[in-house]
């Protein structure tokens, strides 16, 4: 029983470490590595679930900014118009 | 390609219109979305995107809810997004098939030299008389035919809070001619010949529309009054916030202690069923305890987002910042920043990016670093836990003690925010004062749909925090204060002999002298990732840290035990600079495009937090022994 405790715990874990590795990264390095995944489980011969899966993912990671979801929706920051006033 | 694939392809079509005509309200009634709405300009800083179908074509609309605009020729950051995108300079952005342009109905002569000029652009428009029915009970005459006319584009009525109020748009919309093929639009800025001409245009249209300004109800003139009063208004104002922080804590208590009730019973069902080891340890001291003890502090969020909410659909919060603009221009800051900054009472990464309203670069990076300062409803579980711990649950006069502390709290951080950005404006962002400009919008009551909406996001949100990465960094933090475990005989808890009591013990060094114990310096490590996760922390090592009768006991009577007064208010103020939030720093890089500002920002903030905390901690030492 132990044993069988101390798996599923581990895999708990396991999934936390991956989870808050993924959330904390940073945005861009994010989307690179998503947009991988999700090129990888395209090809052909991949499972249907994988690559829905693996395209949930990318457009997760495009919507996020970083780890805080009151920003989930941000987007790149635009360039400054000409015009600015800057003293 | 056929005719059928063709209509299946999604119409790119863009809502503009000037801040706070009604345009993110009118994007939700057609995508069904739940974008922020409120009653002042400058909610929306960044292109929103949403879908809907046509209800009698089956057509496909791509919508893009674009920042508010006075005109193409943009001042600030927000408004130069929605000239990029209707002239298609926005990288990998087509832009629109389709504009619809919003006009507040009850203020068109503000509102028509947009529609002059993105009529010049020649992408199909259509105008979307907005507040129509505002507009009728105020009195205001407008012969729409002859509107229609002189502008020559379709005008239709349209209320944007109310069910069906954009069933007119969408019929006029799908009986719009499809666009034709043609380059994109040039546009170069108007000389000011060319923009005096166009206001004389929408003066000539006004009139020959027959228009007539709305009157003002003699009510909300004296409302006005009293709420803009020199004396009066900074008065009502203060009682105001005082209020909301009194209710925070007095109409919290009893949700509080059933979310308690709730997290302890899951617990201890948890302990009773599953047999002792590493899962049940797993669940009830890193989930439970962890994760748990965050959960507590929902009803006390959300009733101050309840107050936030009301003020926001009220149209009382620009008058706030007409108020305090004198304050703001006394330490260097634009009366601009107001919103900014109250923004940043919720998140400080949305408060951040709402700068892009502040045309001067100086005055916009120096609200920028002030943010933080703000006290984000992240700081609340921590204030709310220790408030509770140490401060007695008594009335002061006709005021709680346990609100006037928080209150005191959120003035510390405003009145920090302000020395800061007095600093700031007469060193390095030193700049003129720009008086400010800002359009009072009318009185409103809040719109019940908007609040419940607004209050369910919120809801949303936190859940979601707690249910990922709070949770993920509880049972990180349960394995760090778990394993190795301890060598044979030794004694106490086993976490002071693991991984997170190590680095809890080599942090200590650190924060000693500010009076935390090993158990405080490790929480403020996971709290970089959101600061109430520090609560989530001390949650779980205190938990690992207890024996026998205590694991059940729940985390406030627990740290009352284990800190000093001093140690407690040590901690608050600390957390009133509190320089950690990963997303805060990742964002002032983004929105300043250089890490410059991240790094002093952080510099600064652990500065102060490490000397107030420090200060605190001493005084209170002194006076208290």
């Known amino acids: ?87 | 390609m056929s005719a059928a694939s063709v209509a299946l392809e999604p119409m790119r079509l863009a809502l503009v219109g000037v801040p706070n005509c009604g345009k993110t309200a009118l994007f939700n009634r057609l995508t069904g979305s739940r974008q922020k709405v409120a009653n002042y300009a400058g909610v929306t800083v960044e292109r929103k995107e949403g879908s809907f179908v046509g209800p009698s074509s089956g057509q496909r609309y791509r919508l893009l809810d674009l920042p508010g605009a006075y005109s193409l020729t943009p001042t600030t950051l927000d408004e130069a997004i929605t000239r990029d995108c209707l002239l298609g300079r926005l990288a990998g952005e087509a832009p629109p098939e389709r504009v619809v342009c919003v006009v507040d109905a009850t203020n068109l002569r503000l509102n028509l030299r947009l529609v002059l000029e993105l009529r010049d652009l020649g992408t199909p428009l259509l105008v979307a008389l907005n507040m129509s029915d505002l507009a009728r009970d105020r009195g205001v005459r407008l012969d729409l035919q002859r509107l229609e006319q002189e502008l020559g584009v379709p005008v239709v009525e349209t209320v944007a809070i109310r069910d069906g109020g954009e069933r007119a748009l969408l019929e006029r919309l799908e009986a719009l001619p499809p666009p034709a093929a043609r380059p994109a639009a040039e546009w170069l800025d108007p000389t000011f010949e060319q923009i005096q001409r166009t206001q004389r245009e929408v003066r000539r249209i006004l009139h020959a529309a027959g228009y007539t300004e709305p009157a003002r109800r003699r009510a909300l003139q004296r409302l006005d009054a009293l709420v803009l009063h020199p004396v009066a208004g900074p008065a009502i104002l203060a009682a105001l916030l005082f209020f909301v922080f009194q209710a925070v804590f007095s109409w919290a208590a009893v949700p509080m202690a059933l979310v308690d009730a709730g997290v302890t019973w899951l617990g201890a069902a948890l302990q009773a069923s599953i047999p002792p080891g590493a899962l049940n340890s797993l669940l009830v001291d890193g989930v439970i305890a962890g994760a748990g003890s965050v959960l507590v502090f929902l009803p006390q969020i959300m009733i101050l987002f309840f107050f936030i909410l009301l003020l926001e659909d009220s149209g009382y919060l620009p008058r706030a910042a007409y108020l305090l603009d004198r304050m703001m221009g006394s330490v260097g800051l634009s009366g601009r920043a107001f919103i900014p900054l109250l923004s940043s009472f919720a998140c400080a990464v949305p408060g951040i990016m709402a700068t892009r309203t502040i045309p001067n670069v100086r005055d916009r990076l120096a609200t920028i670093m002030v943010a933080p300062l703000m006290t984000c409803s992240a700081r609340l579980p921590v204030y709310a836990l220790i408030i509770a711990a140490f401060i007695p649950n008594r009335p002061v006069g006709a005021f709680n003690l346990q609100g006037l502390v928080l209150f005191t709290l959120y003035v510390a951080g405003i009145v920090a925010a302000m020395l800061v950005a007095y600093a700031l404006k007469r060193t390095a962002l030193r700049a003129t004062y720009h008086p400010l400009l800002l359009e009072l919008p009318e009185y409103k009551w809040p719109n019940l749909r908007n609040l419940m909406l607004g209050l369910w996001e919120r809801l949303k949100i936190f859940l979601q925090r707690v249910g990922t990465i709070i949770l993920a960094l509880m049972i990180v933090l349960w394995f760090l204060s778990s394993y190795p475990a301890p060598p044979e005989g030794a004694t106490g808890p086993a976490i002071q002999h693991s991984f997170a009591g190590m680095i809890g013990r080599t942090l200590e060094h650190v924060f000693a002298p500010l009076g935390f114990n090993w158990q405080i310096s490790l929480a403020l490590v996971p709290g970089l990732a959101a600061r109430e996760v520090a609560v989530g922390a001390l949650g779980t090592v205190y938990s690992l840290s207890a024996t026998g009768d205590e694991v059940a006991a729940t985390l406030v009577p627990m740290i009352a035990q284990s800190w000093s007064l001093a140690t407690a208010l040590s901690l608050l103020a600390w957390y009133v600079f509190a320089p950690q939030c990963l997303s805060t720093l990742v964002v002032v890089k983004r929105e300043t495009n250089s890490w410059r500002y991240p790094v002093i920002m952080a510099g600064y903030l652990f500065a102060l937090a490490y000397l107030a905390a420090f200060v605190t901690f001493r005084v209170a030492s002194a006076l208290l022994t």
Do not use: F
Request: aromatic share 4%.
């Open chain 1, 1 to 87: 029983m132990d044993v069988g405790q101390a798996i599923i715990a581990g895999l708990i874990v396991l999934t936390a470490v991956v989870y808050v590795a993924w959330a904390l990264m940073p945005a861009a390095l994010r989307l690179r590595l998503a947009q991988r995944l999700a090129a990888d489980a395209r090809r052909t011969g991949r499972p249907a679930w994988l690559v829905r899966a693996a395209g949930a993912i990318e457009r997760n990671a495009r919507r996020r900014l970083g780890g805080c979801s009151d920003c989930s929706a941000a987007q790149p920051a635009p360039v400054p118009p000409k015009r600015l006033d800057t003293d």
